[in-house]
């Protein structure tokens, strides 16, 4: 196991620093930037870890003698031999400033439980599942949609991204496209996963918040779907907490009722972030 990792300090300097009891050291694989504010990395797989698709884990950097750890859910599905993640840039952020940094081979930590809400386990089944999500609330989907269960247990998905700009919508655009044609996935996915993007600041063919989205039917519309109904649907939801209370209040209108792990019902709520 390894006990200590090396990093490079924001003066340039290597400096070895020691990793926590109960983290796993693992290695960057990779790193893609979408834009100034966001990007993806993918990290070696302790072969251990076990998450359900959807879960969040606690990540930080082996950059100090007590790391800042912060949530992440992790993007890549359940049977993927690496872990994915994608990621907002804070210029300020304790974790997000040097985490913007990293690079292929460089070290990321990871404590080693996951959990969250936003699993299929947390649902009864039904006909469609809308995935409702903003920013990087697109995250846990992304695991979602690449897991074979998904579809096992739904006809069709629904996944909806918005963001302010059209470049944000950048990672989500390649999921769906990537996930259609995978060879594994694409045979369960192919017609049954619809991708549903707007923009809420920058003109694109598709304006508008999800929620005005939903409550003048256009998303509907657009997708062959009736509106929310609890027989056929339910509903998942991630983004910023405005959009979880608003999307919330609106399904909850139409007679869903939240569940979880104990309790499986008709939709489930994370927080893409806090604040
Ligand atoms: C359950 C859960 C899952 C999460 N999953 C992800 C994820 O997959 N990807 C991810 O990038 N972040 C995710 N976050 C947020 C993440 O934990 C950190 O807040 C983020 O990495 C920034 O860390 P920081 O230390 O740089 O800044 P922080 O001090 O954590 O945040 C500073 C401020 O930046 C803003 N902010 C933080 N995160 C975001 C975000 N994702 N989108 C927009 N604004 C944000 C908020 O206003 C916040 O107050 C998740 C949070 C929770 C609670």
């Given at each position: 196991m390894q006990t200590a990792a090396l990093l490079k300090?924001?003066?340039?300097?290597?400096?070895?620093?020691?990793?926590?009891?109960?983290?796993?050291?693992?290695?960057?694989?990779s790193v893609k930037h979408y834009t100034d504010r966001l990007f993806s990395f993918r990290i070696t797989r302790?072969?251990?870890?076990?998450?359900?698709?959807?879960?969040?884990?606690?990540?930080?950097?082996?950059?100090?003698?007590?790391p800042v750890f912060r949530a992440y859910s992790i993007a890549s599905p359940a049977w993927d031999e690496e872990l994915e993640f994608f990621s907002i840039k804070v210029p300020d952020g304790p974790l997000t400033q040097h985490l913007q940094k990293i690079?292929?081979?460089?070290?990321?930590?990871?404590?080693?439980?996951?959990?969250?809400?936003?699993?299929?386990?947390?649902?009864?089944?039904?006909?469609?599942?809308?995935?409702?999500?903003?920013?990087?609330?697109?995250?846990?989907?992304?695991?979602?949609?690449?897991?074979?269960?998904?579809?096992?247990?739904?006809?069709?998905i629904i996944l909806t991204n918005t963001c302010r700009d059209v470049a944000e919508l950048a990672y989500g655009d390649a999921l769906a496209e990537l996930t259609r044609e995978d060879p594994l996935i694409g045979e369960f996915a192919g017609e049954r996963l619809t991708y549903f993007r707007?923009?809420?600041?920058?003109?694109?063919?598709?304006?508008?918040?999800?929620?005005?989205?939903?409550?003048?039917?256009?998303?509907?519309?657009?997708?062959?779907?009736?509106p929310f109904n609890r027989e056929n649907d339910r509903v998942m939801i991630c983004?910023?907490?405005?959009?979880?209370?608003?999307?919330?209040?609106?399904?909850?209108?139409?007679?869903?009722?939240e569940g979880s792990l104990s309790e499986p019902g008709d939709f489930v709520v994370e927080r893409a972030f806090v604040g």
């Open positions: 300090t924001d003066a340039g300097e290597t400096t070895e620093f020691p990793i926590p009891a109960g983290v796993y050291a693992e290695k960057v694989v302790p072969q251990s870890f076990r998450f359900r698709s959807g879960e969040f884990v606690m990540i930080g950097l082996p950059n100090a003698t007590k690079q292929p081979g460089d070290t990321v930590l990871m404590r080693q439980k996951s959990t969250g809400t936003l699993v299929t386990d947390a649902l009864t089944p039904a006909r469609n599942l809308y995935m409702i999500a903003t920013g990087t609330g697109v995250a846990p989907f992304a695991s979602l949609v690449r897991d074979p269960d998904t579809y096992e247990k739904f006809d069709r707007s923009t809420t600041r920058e003109a694109s063919e598709r304006m508008g918040r999800i929620t005005s989205l939903i409550e003048s039917g256009e998303l509907f519309r657009a997708v062959g779907t009736e983004g910023s907490m405005a959009m979880l209370k608003d999307v919330k209040a609106l399904v909850e209108a139409t007679g869903l009722v």
